[in-house]
C-alpha cells in the first residue's frame, strides 16, 4: 500500500502507546515522531510543520479529566492554527468529544482503538490536511492577482522594429514556450510578458511577476519555493512560494539575472521535474507553470563568466525576444508621447493639445536611456506642471548637450548621451540616487551599474 505524505506528531506520556501506534503508522506514513514529554509540544510545534497532530488528553499529573489535553489543544492551535489535532482518551464520554471538537480538535479517538479505525482516521486527517493547505495556496493566488496591478495600455508601436516584435508574439499565441525576453530597463518587457501571457491559453489563470531585481537576495528563495514554519528564524508562519502560486498559469521572472548560482540550480531542477519543495519541507508538490523570463544583462556573456547556469538558460530561452530601446523606434516616440499625454491629461484634468515644435523635435532627438518608462515619467511631470496648452521644451527638463555630442562622422555617441545624461540628472538631484533613478526612469541597481560603466 502507498506511503501517504506527511509529517505526524504523536503525544503520550506511555512510551508502549507511542511504540504502538508508531508501528500501526509507519507502513502507511511518510513522517512520524513520537514525544513522550507534553512540556516538548511548544519547542516542537514552533519548528516544525505537522500535517496532523495525536494528543493524548490525560497525563501523569491528572490521569481523568482531560483538562491537560484540553490545555495543549488550545497550545498548539495558537502556535500552529492549520494544524489537525486528534485527540485520545481511555476516558471519552461524549461531554468531553463535543468540548474537544467546539476547542478546535478534528477527532476523537477512544482508548483502546481498533487499527483499521485508528488508521482511517489518521488518513482523513492528512487528507484534510493538504485540502486546507491547497485552500491557502488558492488564497494565496488570490491576494497576488488582486495585488499584481494590470497594465493600463496594449503595447504601443507602429516601427519596424516593434512589429517584428509583434510578429514573434503572435507567432507565439497559443504555445506554452518558455520565453526569454532581452532589453534595456524600461523598454516594456513587464507589459510584453503579460500580453503574452494573456494570448496564452492560460490567459485566465494567474499571472505571478516577481522582480528579482528589487527584492532582497536572503529572500529570493523563500519568495519563489515557499517555506514551512520553522525553516528559518524569522519563518512564523507557513507560506507558499510564488513558482506554486503560479501554478496553472504563468509565472514571471524579472531581472534573472540576478539569481544567485544556488537559487538558479534550484529552479533548474524545478523546471525539469515540475515540482517543488518548499524550504523545510520534504513534501513535493506538483507544479504546472509557464515561464516567462526578462533580463536587461547579456546571459550569454554572464553564462561565459559563469554568473549564470548554461543549462538553466537552455531551459529558459526556447524563444528570445529582443526588445528595442525606444531610440530605435523612430517615430513611436512621438506616438507614446500622444498616448501619454492624453492619459496624463485625464488623470491631471488638463487641456493640452499637443507638443510646441522645439518640444517635439526634443523627444525625437533625446537618446531615452530609461526607455518608455522614463518617457512615461518626463511626460507626466511635464502635464502636471504646464501651464499653457501645448508643452513646451522647457516643460521636459531634458536640456541635453545634444549638439557637443556627436561624434567626428556626426552621428550621435549614445555612450556619451547616455554618460551626459546621468551627469545632468544626478547634478539636478544633488546626488540623490533614488531621485536620480526614478526621473531616468530606471531602478537603482541599473543606475548603479551604469555609474560603475562610466566611472562616474
Ligand atoms: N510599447 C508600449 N506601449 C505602451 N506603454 C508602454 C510600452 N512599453 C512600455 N510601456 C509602459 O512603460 C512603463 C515601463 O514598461 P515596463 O515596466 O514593461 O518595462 P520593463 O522593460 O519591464 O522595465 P524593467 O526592465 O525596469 O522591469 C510601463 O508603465 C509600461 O506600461
Redesign the pocket.
Known sequence: MAIRQGKILIVDDNEDILFTLKMLLRPRVESITTCSDPKEINRLVSRNQYDVILLDMNFTADAVSGKEGFYWLERILEISPETVVILITAYSDTEKAVRAIKAGATDFIPKPWQNEKMLATVLSALELSFSRSEVRTLKAQKSALTTATE???E???ESVAMQNVFRTLEKLKDTDANILLQ?E???????IAYTLHKQSGRGKEPFIPIDLGSIPHELFESELFGHEKGAFTDADKSKSGRIEIASGGTLFL?EIGNLPLMAQSKLLTVIEQRKINRIGSTQEIPIDIRLIS?T?TDLHAAVQEGYFRQDLLYRINTIEITIPPLRERGNDVTL?AR?FLQRYCQKYKKEIDGFSDEADQLLKQYNWPGN??EL?HVIERAVILSETRQLQYDDFMLRLPVSNSQDKEGKFNLEELEKNTIQEVLRHCSGNMTQAAGLLG??RTSLYRRLEKYGL
Open positions: 497594465p493600463e495600455t503595447v504601443i508601436g532589453g530597463n524600461g523598454t516594456g518587457k513587464d507589459l524579472n526578462a536587461n507614446l498616448h518608455v518608462r512615461q530606471i531602478t
